[in-house]
């Protein structure tokens, strides 16, 4: 008993170091191949544009093409899933956003960020409401003023259910005192074409979503939930401005399935930071109006960990969370 005891623990070293030998190999090779990038949302929203962008200016310091996958729909939740669910072997990455926060309170997934080994963050965005140009208010303050004397008649466009742009009206509507009428759509892009075609009287996404129709003359912004103003739309006022304490945005990084090997992430961190510092995804976000917004790893989760109870608190007081 105790020979075959030897012998069995002798193959089971055997194949240890067999395997951990092949994937040292592998990750001394990474990376070897075409990388995919999975993007939750629409093609054309906020997340896929800064996507694409940083892929773009990312594949010279990886001497690999990057294909960017879009996964759409459940408000996020597919593209999540597909992401916690892909081999981990560094050749996937996932750029989860705020909703990977809002998703589980409301038992849409049985996963949370836990799931993902983070990279790093990319970028954060503060949400805005924007109206058709022919929209009866210029101002904030008269949308706030139309809105209480016509409740309920204003529809505004979000990308989904318990999404960071559906808080982003709730909790605007709470602040100001208003009744607004929320329809979900699929991502960003999907709701700004709906207000384009006057399906709906306003949305609550990001600035930088909105930017190639505020150019094209179909819609204005009236005002952003942001601090200060924003530095790709300066002309536009803040909602503290105006009077109403909102301040509200959402945010989105890069993360692997648990498990990924240490020296693939090392890899891919440090690819995808350069191609953040690179002059050209500077110039990139800046003409998208894309806010770039780089933490480390350790500090996005530490910052994810204090902040989840927060969003899980203020989803269950609007009703959101199951």
């Known amino acids: 008993m105790i020979s075959s005891l030897r012998k069995i623990t002798s193959i089971a070293l ?27 949302w629409a093609a054309g929203g906020g997340t896929d544009t800064i996507l694409r962008g940083l892929a773009r200016n990312t594949e010279p310091f990886l001497g690999q093409t990057i294909t960017i996958v879009n996964k759409t729909g459940g408000s996020g939740a597919i593209g999540h899933a ?48 924007t109206v058709p140009i022919d929209a009866p208010y210029d101002t904030i303050e008269e949308f706030v003023t139309y809105a209480k004397a016509n409740p309920g008649k204003i529809k505004v466009g ?21 009744d607004l009428a929320y329809v979900p759509y699929s991502g960003a892009a999907p709701a700004v074409t709906a207000l384009v075609g006057k399906h709906i009287q306003a949305v609550s996404v990001s600035p930088a979503e909105v930017r190639g129709q505020v150019e094209g003359g179909t819609v204005k912004i009236l005002a952003v939930m942001n ?3 924003v ?23 890069l993360a692997v399935p ?30 998208t109006g894309l806010g770039v917004s780089y933490m480390s790893a350790e500090d996005w989760e530490n910052d994810l960990s204090s902040s989840s109870e927060s969003v899980a608190n203020t989803m269950k007081n609007l009703g959101l969370a199951r």
Request: glycine content about 8%; aromatic content about 14%; some cysteine.
């Open 227 to 229: 601090d200060e103003r």
């Open 82 to 129: 597909a992401g916690v669910r892909a081999r981990a072997d560094g050749y996937t990455a996932t750029m989860v956003t705020f909703d990977i926060l809002t998703l589980p309170p409301q038992g849409f997934v049985p996963f949370t960020y836990k799931d993902y080994d983070l990279l790093m963050r990319v970028n954060m965005d503060p949400a805005a409401i």
């Open 158 to 178: 979000h990308a989904g259910p318990g999404t960071a742009w559906h808080l982003a009206g709730s909790i605007f509507a709470e602040k100001v005192g208003i």
């Open 258 to 287: 648990n498990s990924t090997p240490d020296e693939a992430k090392k890899i891919l961190h440090d690819a995808f930071k350069k191609g953040m510092e690179s002059e050209g995804f500077k110039k990139f976000a800046a003409d």
């Open 231 to 253: 530095s790709g739309f300066p002309e536009v006022p803040t909602m503290k401005e105006a009077g109403f304490d909102v301040s509200f945005g959402t945010w989105r990084g």
């Open 14 to 40: 055997m194949c240890f170091f067999t395997v951990t030998a092949f994937y040292q190999a592998q990750a001394a090779d990474f990376p070897s191949k075409r990388l995919t990038l999975i993007c939750p």
